[in-house]
C-alpha cells in the first residue's frame, strides 16, 4: 500500500486530512510527522532500511524548529526524495511563498481552508494531480 507523508503539527487538519482522505475512499498508510526534524528522520530512516519512500508528501510551511520550506529545500537537493511529489498545503496565501514553493519543485501549492467540504475538494485536487 502507498504511503502518504503529512507534515502537519495541528492535529485539527491531520483529523481532516483523515476524514477527507477516507471520504474520498483513498486507500494509503498516513504517516504523520509534526516537525521538519520529525519527517527528516523519518526519511532518512527509511533510505538507510531501504524501506519504501512515501508517494507523496504533503507539507505544511508554518511549523516549529524547521518551517515548511527548508522542508522543501531539503527534500528537492536529496538523489533519494527529488522526485517524491511534494504538495505544499498551508495556511500562507503569500506570493512570495507561493512562487518560491514553487520554484524549489513544489507539485501542488494549496490554501488550507477553512471548512470540512473546502478540505475535501483539496484533498480531492491532491487525488487528481497526484493519481493517488
Not at 511534494?86 to 495556511?91: A, K, N
Request: proline fraction near 3%.
Amino acid at each position: 500500500m502507498d504511503t502518504i507523508l503529512l507534515i502537519e503539527d495541528k492535529s485539527d487538519d491531520v483529523l481532516l486530512t483523515k476524514i477527507a482522505l477516507k471520504e474520498l475512499d483513498i486507500s494509503t498508510d498516513l504517516v504523520v510527522k509534526k516537525t521538519g526534524v520529525e519527517a527528516i528522520n523519518y526519511l532518512r530512516n527509511n533510505i538507510s532500511s531501504k524501506k519504501s519512500l512515501p508517494k507523496i508528501i504533503i507539507l505544511d510551511i508554518n511549523l516549529p524548529i524547521m518551517n515548511g520550506i527548508e522542508i522543501l529545500e531539503k527534500l528537492k537537493v536529496n538523489n533519494h526524495t527529488k522526485a517524491i511529489p511534494i504538495i505544499v498545503f498551508t495556511s500562507s496565501d503569500l506570493i512570495s511563498d507561493i512562487s518560491y514553493c514553487y520554484k524549489l519543485g513544489a507539485k501542488l501549492f494549496l490554501k488550507k481552508p477553512n471548512n470540512i467540504n473546502d478540505f475535501r475538494n483539496a484533498i480531492r485536487k491532491i487525488k487528481d494531480v497526484c493519481l493517488i
